[in-house]
């Protein structure tokens, strides 16, 4: 996905096909921490689909899909029995707005990272969702171009599963695995 563990910026590929991405201000993490900026890595699944109505069309896409409603908010108060989940506005805890003015949130996928079995602190509100213009980092999700997301959705079977990892990191796996074969 980025080319090493500080790159702010990727790729994001499915079959063929690369989009540029953005990912979090502190880059990719095997170890994120609620805050840090960091985009989590490893191999989580894709979950949900939730999108503005009023911003676009529905999405197109295998996967669940909900419309965002004006009170819907993401907990991410470590301490909350409801941390990094949907919640309803207002909200007692610290909770993300979904519905948000600059459009990041139009449409967005919900990652399964630190869902089954929550850690508290270990991060929340990992999401793959629209990139700014000038594809500016993000607080720790994965960010891509509207149509790009869009173009995401379309090929995705049912139960797609994200790889965030470096250039480095996965040419150190790929090298790792030829020297195991036998010739």
């Not at 790159?7 to 502190?26: H, K, S, Y």
């Not at 989590?40 to 419309?67: E, F, K, M, Q, S």
């Not at 449409?107 to 629209?130: C, K, T």
Request: glycine share 8%; with cysteine.
């Amino acid at each position: 996905m980025a080319l090493s563990a500080s790159a702010t910026r990727g790729r994001l590929q499915l079959g063929n096909l690369t989009f540029p991405c953005a990912v979090g201000r502190a880059g990719i993490r095997a170890r994120k921490r609620e805050g840090d900026g960091a985009t989590p890595a490893g191999a989580w699944r894709l979950r949900a689909v939730l999108y503005r109505a009023d911003r676009g069309p529905r999405p197109r896409t295998a996967l669940a899909i909900r419309r965002i409603r004006r009170d819907d908010g993401w907990c991410d108060a470590p301490s909350d029995r409801n941390y990094n989940r949907l919640v309803k506005h207002p909200y007692p805890a610290s909770a993300e707005a979904l519905w948000r003015a600059d459009g990041l949130y139009d449409v967005l996928v919900v990652i399964d990272y630190n869902e089954r079995q929550r850690v508290r602190g270990r991060g929340s509100a990992v999401f793959m969702h629209v990139a700014r213009p000038d594809l500016a980092p993000t607080a720790g999700c994965i960010a891509l171009a509207r149509r790009h997301l869009a173009r995401v959705l379309e090929g995705l079977g049912r139960a797609p599963t994200l790889s965030v990892a470096t250039a480095r990191r996965t040419a150190r796996k790929t090298a790792h695995r030829h020297r195991g074969m036998k010739r």
